[in-house]
């Protein structure tokens, strides 16, 4: 099989790179000539192994869903990123990242998010460490996430509302690639999901590559093999997909399912389906597909889900994805509802948003009884409670309350 990690220039196949501004150069430069030999190195991998363990709660569980999977008819095992510290697998990528930053002499944080969870997490991480943080987040977004901008501020982060364009993520993202231009000496950018230029893509799926280091070790013990026969995780920028998949990517054995944002639907305007609806372009300094119009405009996103609303997609998925590798499903918000409420009632597991999106891409594939399906629940649901009470006439079927 081909290979689909990064190579030697940042690409993966015709998607990636590092297209970024002239004084933004040394300092991609310097990291892309620094970052493997700190990831390698003994001194990193102690630190950051111990954090993980003992800070993030690492391994996370994996869980046989017993009552899933009599529903979908074959043997379904969920991995709870979801019981991370903070709520979710971001913190895996902010706890190497800043420990990486500390190497390089780097003494304030940048970092930009949407719904404010990658938010949260890089300020988790800066209190940890007791680094400055500063972060990007569109007005829109301040407005519509209150609790996370209180966690930020109360974490000790400045928030910086980004008036510029529809004041949403992908705004938020190119305030925090100008800030990084202003500053290129004492900042590192601590970027949130498998984007931006070579290295980030590749540096942010290593640090998420813990996910399915513990999935083999976890399947030979609970299955007696090592591998699954599919992988489901839902997509935004790409990250916690990434980590599910990594030590399996070259492994023809494995199926990969994602599950990508089609909010009211793809053939709408109000989608955040990259997959199905981008074509080639720039966006963050990566080549890879971006829902943008005719004439190179970026679209917005839109979906029920926060943190999968990226008009963009990690060009490791795209990838992947124009090559067969994984299939991408298209997931609408009221599916993704749905799913929720159906994980919380057969499981007692209320699902982020999100992670609600990869339970209903179980309904679109015809597993055999013996299949072993890994799903990766990325995040809790607590912060979504309000979005699945608002909309549970999507879910009558578990009952009027
Ligand atoms: C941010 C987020 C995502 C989407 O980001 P990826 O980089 O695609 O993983 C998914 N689930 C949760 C819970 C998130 O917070």
């Given at each position: 099989m081909e290979n689909f990690f990064v190579d030697?220039?940042?690409?993966y196949g015709g998607f990636g790179g590092a297209y970024v501004p002239e004084i933004l150069y040394k300092c991609v430069h310097d990291l892309q000539q620094a970052y493997v030999p700190i990831i390698e190195s003994d001194d990193f991998k102690k630190e950051y192994r111990a954090l993980l363990r003992d800070y993030v709660g690492r391994p996370s569980p994996l869980y046989f869903a017993k009552r899933m999977s009599g529903k979908y008819g074959c043997r379904i095992y969920l991995k709870?990123?979801?019981?991370n510290h903070t709520g979710a697998h971001k913190i895996n990528n902010t706890i190497g990242q800043i420990l990486m930053a500390k190497k390089m002499g780097k003494t304030r944080i940048i970092a930009e998010t949407g719904a404010g969870q990658h938010g949260v997490a890089t300020a988790t991480v800066c209190a940890l460490m007791n680094m400055q943080c500063e972060v990007f987040m569109g007005k829109t977004d301040v407005e519509r996430q209150h609790t996370n901008v209180e966690r930020m501020r109360m974490l000790g982060a400045t928030v910086h509302p980004v008036t510029t364009g529809n004041m949403t993520l992908s705004d938020a993202c190119s305030e925090a690639i100008r800030d990084w231009c202003c500053h290129p000496q004492d900042t590192f950018y601590i970027v949130g999901s498998t984007m931006g230029p070579h290295p980030y893509p590749d540096i942010v799926a290593r640090m998420q590559s813990v996910i399915s280091e513990e999935l083999k070790w976890q399947l030979e013990e609970k299955t007696g093999r090592d591998y699954p026969d599919y992988l489901v995780a839902c997509l935004g920028g790409g990250s916690n997909a990434a980590g599910t998949i990594y030590h399996y990517i070259n492994d023809e054995r494995v199926k990969i399912v994602l599950a990508e944002a089609g909010g009211h639907g793809i053939d709408t305007d109000y989608t955040a389906a990259t997959i199905h609806c981008g074509t080639e372009g720039i966006i963050h300094g990566a080549r890879t597909l971006v829902m943008q119009t005719d004439d190179g405009q970026i679209k917005e996103a839109f979906t029920i889900s926060a943190g999968l609303d990226y008009p963009g997609i990690g060009p490791m998925h795209a990838n992947m994805a124009v090559k067969k590798r994984s299939t991408v499903l298209a997931v609408n918000d009221d599916e993704a509802i749905y799913a929720g409420y159906e994980l919380t009632r057969l499981e007692g597991i209320i699902p982020a948003i999100e992670s609600a999106h990869a339970v209903a891409a179980l309904k679109k594939v015809a597993f055999k009884p013996d299949d072993v399906v890994v799903l990766t629940v990325s995040g809790r649901g607590d912060k979504d409670v309000q979005t699945y009470l608002n909309n549970k006439a999507l879910a009558k079927e578990y009952g009027d309350f």
């Open positions: 030697e220039q940042g690409f709870r990123e979801d019981l």
